[in-house]
């Protein structure tokens, strides 16, 4: 995409807390952004666009007692195009040049868990369970219309929704944590009746990480394991017309596995060092993420050695 795109993002955010329980983080960010096209792209309609984005937000923390919390947020965010969407031009489409901001009325309520001592002196506990809904107004998506079309369009109304989990243990010999996420979403107000209530394109499969891990501390040593699960999810591109293309495109499950070990020496002239090598998707699997273009490489191994340095 052929143009220039200058972005100034200004924010602010308080945070107030009554009695030690309650916490309040209000917060504003204004986004300002000045598009110009090349001369190419001018030459197929582009104009020079100066916009701006406004995304409030109010968040509040409750501390029920010393283990247990809640917490939810109320916000606003605003979201101006970018130059791939407005001046994309690829397998002859046209730049999508009357694009509009996208626009999000987003709750998320939630509840937090912490315990120390669960099992012994020295371990811990951590929960944390999150569940949301979005209301978008002139969602982006890639048009599923084939021809000399607009790249991108507007979809007038979608929603979003769904919930996420995150728990992790950590004591001195060992550590596991868990992280799952199940996002739903559903085009809404489609001029094409079909295409209510399908599966938005960008929406991620259902998935879940987990880590099992052991500490060697008298060696420096941490190895462990992480898997990760992503279920079978059909999305679908849609064209904004009450004929309009839609286009579903499923992705099977697949699950993939890594493993790891860290050394950090404690003592000696190696003290401060921290080497780790993993290993990627040690099953060598054959799979591709619904939210990428391309299939994942196979298994891979990674080094990384640092030093720390204590003046």
Known sequence: PEGTDKKLGVYAQGEFVWNERLTIIPGL????GDRTPSAATAALGGTSVEDEAVSPKLSALYKINDSWGVFGTLARTE????????????GGRQPSLNLEKEAADSIELGLTYQHEGLFNADDTLQLKATA??????????????T??????????????????????YDAERWFASLGYSNVKSAYRDMPNPAANGLTIADTPAENLALTLGAKFPDRGLIVGWTAYYYDAITTNS??????????????????????FVTWKPQD????????????????????????SLDRAQGMNAKLSVGKNFTW
């Not at 949301?132 to 219309?145: E, K």
Request: glycine content about 6%; charged content about 20%; cysteine-free.
């Open 29 to 32: 960010r204004v986004d300002f």
């Open 79 to 90: 979201r101006m195009p970018t130059l791939d969407e407005l001046y994309s031009t690829d």
């Open 132 to 145: 949301f809904h979005s209301d978008l107004s002139n969602l982006i998506v890639t048009n599923a219309a």
């Open 147 to 168: 021809g000399a079309v607009p790249r991108y369009l507007n979809v007038r109304s979608a929603e979003i929704w769904g919930a996420e989990l995150e728990a992790s």
């Open 238 to 259: 849609v064209a904004t017309t009450s004929a309009g293309t839609i286009t579903p495109t499923y992705t099977p499950a697949y699950d993939t596995h890594d493993l």
């Open 268 to 291: 000696g002239a190696l003290a401060g060092m921290d080497v780790t090598l993993t290993v990627e998707n040690v099953s060598d699997a054959d799979y591709k993420n619904n939210l």
